[in-house]
């Protein structure tokens, strides 16, 4: 068991991330009686702190200032040391999300110590963290362990049981000074621009309904939305597919786009390249539509298909919309 972790929290519209109860999860779990400290770090975020208690935490660090509004790399590292610096721990979790891919390794570097990114599964042996994360595309797993101390980890979203709320919890609230350095600010953000999405997103989806370059073209990804429609799932692609600029890169799944855990994963005319299969290795359960039997999506899939899309799409659809309806 460890003596003690650091969570390293994400406030998303107001409310603590579901990572980072996740995070909350795994921490209580591999520190036993030891101490859970969340951080939170932003502008607005001191709120969350109750919050955090509730989800496991028994001690919450607050580095609350307007100077921290919107995520600099510069900026957060700073107020990332100077949590490290209070919080003492051993251990150091961060979530697999922008902000966590982006300062977990600076702050490795910083402290003279090493990260395991993109874990999926998280063991103590002794005093050492053993982060499991994939590798070779997908196709295997990896066990790694940081020599030095801390020993810091990124935490891929849904590999880790939710932590139970318990709003008696009891615990402490400490807010400390970011004192930003603005000369030692080299990144200025100028403009930021969102992409608007409609219904569950990519990330956070319990099913997903991806599709492939073999649909044959942009307008028969119809099929796709209406069998995420009836659903309730996400849309997702291919890379080829968004090369080809058949759909917006902001649903692309695999090494260089999005990483997805969802319970179920429908991959519709996808071959399974080792990239692709990057981003959805994760997913519980996967079923493959593909008319080619070799297609190496298959060798993951838990249920396949083999046949043209174009002749299974409209009886799935309309099979799920009556199970649905009964």
Known sequence: MASSILVVGE???????????????AARRLSGDGTVTCALIGSGVEASGQAAI??????VIVVDDAALAEYNTDTY???????AEQASAPIILFGQTDMGRDLAPRLAFRLDTGVIMDTIELAMDGDRLQGTRPCYGGNARAINVVRGDPQIATVRAKSQDLAAEDSSR???????DAAIDQSAVRVKVIERSGVSAEGVRLEDADVVVSGGRGLGGPENFD???DLASALGAAVGASRAVCDLEWRPVSEQVGLTG???????????AISGASQHMAGCSGSKNIVAINKDADANIFKAARFGIVEDFAKVMTPL???VKQEKGG
Do not use: N
Request: no cysteine; glycine share 8%.
């Open 11 to 25: 406030v998303e519209e107001g409310r603590l991330a579901t990572i980072t109860a996740e995070m909350l999860g």
């Open 54 to 59: 509730a989800l496991g935490a028994d001690e």
């Open 77 to 83: 590292l700073q107020a990332m040391l100077k949590v």
């Open 170 to 176: 009891q615990g402490t609230v400490t807010k400390i």
């Open 223 to 225: 099929v796709i939305e």
């Open 258 to 268: 999005k990483v997805v855990s969802p319970t179920l994963y429908i991959a519709v």
């Open 317 to 319: 659809i309309e099979a």
